[in-house]
DNA sequence: GCATAAATTAATCACCTGTTTAAACAAGTG
DNA sequence: CACTTGTTTAAACAGGTGATTAATTTATGC
């Protein structure tokens, strides 16, 4: 019991054995995500983010040069993948089917819990600190592909041609996006259920909707 | 000038001439209506609100007892009176008509802007302070309501029968509130208007999408 | 082996937070 | 007049904030 406090504490000062381990790094970006996402930015202490990761305050400032880096960090680090996929999506088809994309858009969506409380607290929320890059990076370049391509399918007559491309726009993404963003609501008030089933029966019935609300009379939905 | 400083010390010490003057609380709740709902509750500091009403910070715990009850006096000022005129609007007719409900309702949140941020802010947002009472006195009732007038119209038959009266809740919250949520971003990306004749062409748009999509095949929309 | 660089720690910095206190002043009350 | 009560101010309080520093330990290059 002569050094009783050396297995107390997780790591002494100094550099550690193995090359550049990315340990510190990543766990610090790991307690960032988890606790950003979960109480937002200012909420979130850099201590409380040190203690969550195991690891000295100073580390945040070392790696990432302050609590704002890290944060920055963390918010490329968790929509690139995601982002990079969804524009891919778009961009190599040439013809696209709006069901097809709706339908994968939703399932990003359910895959990855985090997006809408990302979105709703970064984007949305007045003074969104995420909101000018995201309209830079994504909706500004989304959005109007999505026009485009809902212009097209009017001007081709697959859809009503009393249909207006922007608000079109805005009732495919209200009724994809707001339902998972309403989701600690309706659980709670509607009994909405989270499992595969009912994300599969959300799907069906939200498509069903926008079909049927944008088709020509004669083109009926099936 | 024997006392300068009387002229640049806007109040000093001690009791108004009038009787109980509220100037010094209503100057608290606008200015915390104003700050908290722009800048959410802890970006906002006492001072800064005691500094927007021109009142000394001890102010907000002499009349609310603290930032908190400052906070809830603010939010419960600020939803009482619509909440209650919507509750009511729901309550009084028995026959409710689906359509004029939800153009009201789109009315009431484009005539109080500052409501879809309130709710993206404290409702819809994970760690949103106001969720609990929100879900509790209106979420809690109103949309187990609309739940019922739409199951009810599917009965009638007046809806597709192969609906879910819960999904199809959620679908006319969606597009009947995400567009107003999603406007700081949709105005520019989309380039939508915000002025009257937009938004009589958002009300017609939309009702016209979510009323074709639950509409039975017979019962095409005019 | 020795100097240098990298990684980490504990301690501390200046500042800001919400709140509280003690005093000052004005009005009402007897 | 004295006394109490209500309102407001300036000042301070205890605690938390992000950031920084100096010291410490280890790894690496020569």
């Known amino acids: 019991m002569s050094r ?3 297995l107390a504490v997780a790591r002494r000062p100094g550099r550690p054995r193995g090359g550049d381990d990315p340990q510190v790094r990543d766990a610090l970006l790991e307690a960032a995500r ?15 983010i040190a ?14 040069d302050g609590k704002d880096g890290l ?14 996929r969804l524009v ?3 961009g190599q088809q040439e013809t696209v089917d709006i069901e097809a994309l709706a339908r994968s ?20 929320s007045p003074d969104g600190s995420f909101r000018q890059a995201f309209i830079r ?17 009017i001007d081709v007559g697959h859809l009503r041609d009393d249909l207006d491309p922007s608000l079109t726009c805005i009732s495919l993404m209200s009724l994809a996006l707001f339902p998972f963003i309403s989701l600690p609501i309706t659980t709670r008030v509607l009994g909405v259920e989270t499992n595969e089933a009912g994300l599969e029966k959300l799907i069906v019935h939200t498509l069903g909707i926008f079909l049927r ?9 099936a």
């Open 213 to 221: 609300g944008v088709a020509r009379k004669e083109t009926a939905h």
């Open 51 to 64: 203690a969550a990761a195991r690891v000295n305050p100073a580390m945040i400032h070392y790696y990432f």
């Open 88 to 90: 891919a999506m778009l």
């Open 105 to 124: 858009y939703m399932r990003v969506l359910a895959g990855n819990p985090w997006i809408p409380g990302l979105i709703v607290r970064e984007v949305l």
């Open 71 to 84: 944060y920055r960090a963390m918010l490329e680090a968790a929509i690139a993948p995601v982002l990079t």
């Open 4 to 6: 009783p406090l050396r």
């Open 34 to 48: 988890t606790l950003f996402l979960r109480h937002g930015f200012r909420a979130v202490s850099s201590r409380q």
């Open 137 to 153: 990076d994504f909706a500004g370049r989304f959005a109007p592909m999505l026009r485009t391509v809902i212009g097209r399918e």
